[in-house]
């Protein structure tokens, strides 16, 4: 499933290469759907969804009708999942977008910022908060996450860059990806288990 194939590239430039690495493998989409687990819903009656109703499970052809920006970068790296990775401004912010397609249904946005200010991650939760919640319930999105009656969510990562992630994690990507850690895992204890009595054996 997660052998490595090469799409042809539509733009090609080092800083979006450099933002691709970790998408390389499961782990970072994993990890993902475990900060999201891990965090509190706040329930909203709206849609999660990408602009002009977009909703997760959109193709590939119809998201890329409503991208603006001609400079984008398309790369894949797992089997039958697909990258769109552009630059874009939102709300006057200089923002990376990336829109993430396995088997060419989308489960996976996010927008990632590089300069903000306190004040300024603020303000985007707090409108977050407002579009989908009304602005009547408060969201502490260090341990809380927006969640839709469809088990889409929202939620942030405040690190060396902030990140805005809108996730499907009903989507079956993420059953595949567990699927596919358990196996891994079992074959990550089958090889400590080899090494051990091998090494009982020969020392």
Do not use: W
């Not at 800083?15 to 970790?22: P, Q, S």
């Not at 204890?189 to 020969?202: G, P, R």
């Amino acid at each position: 499933m997660f052998s490595r194939n090469y799409l042809d590239i539509k733009y090609d430039d080092n800083y979006f290469r450099h933002i691709l690495r970790k998408y390389k493998n499961i782990a970072y989409y994993s990890n993902l759907q475990i900060q999201c687990n891990n965090k509190q819903g706040v329930s909203t009656n709206k849609e999660v969804c990408y602009i002009n109703k977009l909703n997760f499970g959109s193709s590939l052809k119809k998201v890329k009708k409503n991208i603006p920006n001609n400079e984008v970068y398309i790369k894949k790296y797992l089997s039958n999942s697909i990258i769109l990775l552009f630059k874009t401004i939102v709300g006057g912010y200089s923002a990376e977008l990336s829109l993430h397609f396995h088997k060419n249904s989308l489960f996976l946005f996010n927008y990632t910022f590089s300069n903000l200010s306190k004040e300024d991650k603020i303000m985007i939760n707090n409108i977050l908060v407002e579009k989908y919640l009304n602005g009547n319930t408060e969201v502490n999105f260090s341990t809380q996450k927006i969640t839709d009656n469809f088990g889409n969510h929202i939620f942030t990562e405040d690190d060396v860059y902030y990140t805005i992630n809108y996730i499907s994690l009903t989507h079956n990507f993420f059953n595949l990806i567990s699927y596919e850690g358990v196996e891994l895992n079992k074959k990550r204890i089958e090889n400590e288990k080899f090494k051990k009595e091998e090494l009982y054996y020969k020392l």
